[in-house]
């Protein structure tokens, strides 16, 4: 610190800071604790405002620490029962402060500590388990998620706690595709709810059921739900949900082709989030939005969408959102720039990905990795990225991922001529994906079987093969896969020659399930 570089106020304070936790060491462990204590009482009664009830909230951590060092060092059980109550009214605050801020992480931490605070009445403790639950689920981390949620259902809450906790559990079996068990619970989930009056559970699930419905191509029964869901935000105000019923009416239009129609929902949507400050939201639905423009071939209007959404993340410090956002700018660079500028992006979003530790985020960017590199000639790197991608999803027990990973292996072998044992795969891939009653992919599966079956026979003999993908796919909104087949058909597209089919593109957009 001493050298040519350190000034002489930097060597004060850095000898100062020394000095300081020197005196703090020297400290016997009673007397730290009681320095604690008296911190704590010091700041929450120069700072008691009844006027100001969240004056404190950004202090509230570190309210907390002050409070659980105290109560370590006390030897006074009433000292101990005083400071020991506190932390956990501190943690709960601080927790709340976390999740306005959007920090899933320190929300996470500070429900964990306060679900196993003794001090915590059990209505406190259950409750603390099933927001860290749904923390956990924001985050990413489902089996902690799960262990929490299970937790919570363990000491038996009653009444809207419990549909909280066993709505959240349908959440995450369907995030994992096990969707017969997901509809099971979010089902019984919905209809307590509405018996019970649990409004704001029941709008939620509305909600979620809606998303259920929408991937496994029930798109009718979906728009229901959505309807009664977006009635029921509306009757009860809560603006904040309307915006995310809004989000996903406009990702099921555009899942419909209805490019223009979601356009206009998605912006409704759009504005209701920066109404209500809903940055998590908002992000989200600029993705979509910009994922239409892209589709409509309006370039330049969804790379502004996706550039906002980038510095909206970066603001807030949504890691997981800022590689989402360079996801779809990868897939528009391979639509509109170049491969090698796609590849560019998803490189860079894999990375923070693989910072944040969201295994099933790299397996997403790893698989618009693998097509953008395919798209660049670069065949052996492409093969690589897409392994690589299947290990994760098998890692992280994701059917859906797995299933796309091995498909767009098995069209990686299409675009090399490699059709050995193509045709098994691709077979397997479609009936695993009716088994998981996801027919939108497994019309995506089809309609490639349906483009071997022309290479291998001629476009004469499978003619009826195309017309059959092709209705599956009309079926299920498949626009760009009816494209496709219908320029198969016309002979104006060769088989196995690439295409604009839809595929399972990585990074485009996302849903605002809860």
């Known amino acids: 610190m001493q050298g040519a570089g350190a000034s002489a106020e930097t060597v004060h304070v850095f000898r100062h800071a020394l000095l300081r936790e020197a005196a703090y060491e020297l400290q016997l462990p009673a007397d730290r604790g009681a320095l604690h204590a008296l911190a704590l009482d010091a700041i929450t009664e120069l700072c008691n405002d009844p006027a100001r009830p969240g004056l404190l909230d950004a202090q509230a951590a570190e309210l907390a620490v002050h409070a659980r060092l105290g109560y370590n060092h006390a030897t006074d059980q009433a000292a101990r029962r005083r400071l020991g109550t506190a932390e956990a009214h501190w943690l709960n605050r601080a927790a709340l402060a976390a999740e306005r801020a959007l920090d899933t992480t320190a929300g996470l931490e500070h429900l964990l500590r306060l679900a196993d605070s003794p001090w915590a009445d059990a209505g406190t403790r259950t409750e603390a388990l099933v927001r860290a639950g749904e923390q956990a689920r924001l985050a990413g981390r489902y089996d902690l998620a799960r262990q929490c949620l299970q937790r919570a259902l363990a000491q038996q809450p009653q009444g809207d706690l419990e549909l909280r906790a066993l709505g959240g559990l349908g959440v995450i079996h369907m995030a994992e595709q096990d969707m017969d ?88 949507a759009l504005d209701l989030h920066r109404r209500t400050g809903n940055a998590r939201s908002e992000v989200l639905t600029l993705l979509n939005l910009g994922e239409v423009y892209r589709r409509l071939g309006r370039f330049e209007s969804a790379g502004g969408m996706f550039a906002q959404g980038l510095a909206l993340s970066r603001q807030y410090g949504m890691r997981r959102n800022e ?192």
């Open 181 to 268: 068990r997901a509809e099971e619970l979010l089902t019984r989930v919905l209809a307590q709810a509405e018996a019970g009056g649990h409004m704001r559970t029941l709008n939620v699930t509305q909600h979620n059921l809606g998303l259920l419905y929408r991937e496994t191509g029930r798109l009718d029964e979906a728009r229901r739900l959505y309807d009664a869901a977006l009635a029921l935000a509306r009757q009860t105000g809560n603006e904040r949900h309307e915006g995310s019923v809004l989000n996903n009416l406009g990702v099921m239009n555009m899942q419909s082709a209805d490019l223009e129609g979601a356009a206009a929902t998605l912006q409704q």
């Open 323 to 514: 590689g989402q956002c360079l996801g779809n700018q990868a897939r528009l660079a391979l639509d509109s720039v170049s491969a090698h500028e796609a590849v560019r992006l998803y490189r860079q979003a894999l990375e923070i990905h693989r910072e944040t530790d969201y295994i099933e985020e790299q397996a997403d960017m790893l698989l618009g990795l693998g097509q953008a590199l395919a798209a660049a000639d670069q065949v052996s790197q492409a093969r690589a990225a897409l392994v690589e991608a299947r290990q994760l999803a098998m890692r992280v027990r994701r059917p859906f991922l797995l299933l796309a990973a091995r498909f767009s292996l098995a069209r990686l072998d299409m675009q090399c001529r490699r059709l050995e044992g193509v045709r098994q795969e691709l077979e397997h891939v479609a009936a695993e994906f009716g088994r998981l009653r996801d027919h939108r992919y497994q019309a995506r599966v089809t309609a490639r079987l349906a483009e071997l079956d022309a290479f291998e026979q001629g476009l004469s003999a499978a003619r009826p093969t195309l017309l059959a993908a092709r209705d599956v796919a009309r079926a299920v909104h498949l626009a760009a896969d009816v494209q496709h087949l219908d320029a198969l058909l016309a002979g104006t597209r060769q088989p196995l020659d690439e295409g604009r089919a839809e595929g399972f593109a990585a990074g485009t957009g996302g849903s605002d399930g809860r």
